[in-house]
């Protein structure tokens, strides 16, 4: 059978979601964080849940996720999404509340709006991208940057004993009363994305139940970051970050596994 | 049997050329041109159409979603 006649509108099984706008994404070749701006909004979409659910855009790369995703969106200070989510939702009860960080906005200045929105067991979603590096404002080291990985400001690698170990505060906020589903996924290759969005679906499932808060780390690459190809990124990815930060549920409706 | 072929569409002017799509590509189909697009990236295309499955592995994990998708069941 000829390609042409494969490539028709009825054979169609894959294309991009319609909550994704037709602006070009302004992320490097290979960034991570296109695909999980894809899968989140597939999965508001096959949800029918587009009319309810509010995004709250943070600041570093994906500051501009609001121009992507073609849904209601706000936009908060450096680090204070869960705040600014926290406060959508309790005015809104019934809306999808979701936040969309990395590392350094999640992690580092909004380490207190996280831990406290936690704690307090919201209603909201918390997407955190963790690509172990400042990306956007040129690599420097963020708190989830790797013992002895080179960044702009740790130039000879982190050294633990000056600059503290890296963050693991997916399983610091595992511990907390008010999360209900704490989880940590990657998106590079075929299996672990469709696993992500499984853990993304479930994460706007649990808004319905209202039990609390759902945290969903995705480990991504920074290509640019790290100075490497795509591909040479995932691989090390998958040899220095997973050791450390270790893929898979690690708080299911409300119990530490 | 029935059999399945696929086909990938890129969208030349999205894709980066990451090539992200290929390693996870089981059947080796996808490689990168010799020809940019307008933005200067090899983009993505078909180098062996005959041995696409329509799995949609490559559209999935690429962050443009640059690739759409058609599959079809053949009968040989």
Not at chain 1, 176 to 203: C, D, E, F, W
Request: hydrophobic residues 40%; contains cysteine.
């Amino acid at each position: 059978m000829e390609v042409l006649d494969i490539i028709k509108p009825e054979n169609q099984v894959f294309c991009k979601t319609k909550l994704m706008t037709d602006c070009a994404l302004s992320y490097c070749p290979g960034c991570g964080h296109g695909t999980a701006h894809n899968l989140t909004m597939e999965v508001i979409d096959e949800m029918g849940i587009v009319e309810d659910t509010i995004g709250v855009a943070p600041v570093g790369c994906s500051v501009l996720a609001y121009d992507f995703m073609n849904i209601d969106m706000t936009q908060a200070a450096h680090g204070r999404a869960p705040a600014l989510a926290t406060a959508i939702s309790r005015l809104w009860p019934d809306k999808y509340v979701f936040t969309y960080q990395g590392d350094g906005d999640l992690a580092a200045i909004g380490t207190a709006e996280t831990i406290h929105a936690c704690n307090r067991g919201e209603n909201i979603v918390i997407i955190f991208i963790n690509n172990g590096i400042y990306g956007m404002t040129g690599g420097q080291m963020a708190p989830t940057t790797l013992e002895g990985m080179k960044s702009s400001t740790s130039p000879y690698g982190r050294d633990i004993k000056t600059m503290g170990a890296p963050l693991k505060i997916t399983e610091l906020v595992a511990q907390l009363p008010g999360t209900y589903y704490v989880t940590r996924q990657s998106v590079h290759t075929h299996k672990n994305v469709r696993k992500a969005k499984k853990a993304i679906r479930m994460a706007f499932e649990n808004i319905k139940l209202k039990k609390g808060l759902s945290f969903v780390e995705i480990v991504s690459n920074c290509n640019s970051g790290w100075k490497m190809t795509p591909n040479d990124a995932n691989n090390w990815m998958e040899e220095n970050m997973f050791p450390y930060f270790p893929l898979g549920d690690i708080k299911v409706d409300g119990k530490l596994k | 049997m029935a059999k399945v072929q696929g086909a990938i569409k890129v969208n030349n002017e999205v894709c980066k050329g990451c090539q992200v799509c290929m390693p996870v590509c089981l059947e080796n189909v996808i490689e990168m041109s010799k020809a940019v697009n307008r933005k200067g990236y090899h983009f993505a295309y078909m180098a062996k159409p005959e041995a696409c499955t329509g799995c949609t592995n490559c559209a999935i994990v690429c962050p443009d979603r640059a690739i759409s998708v058609y599959r079809v069941k053949v009968s040989d």
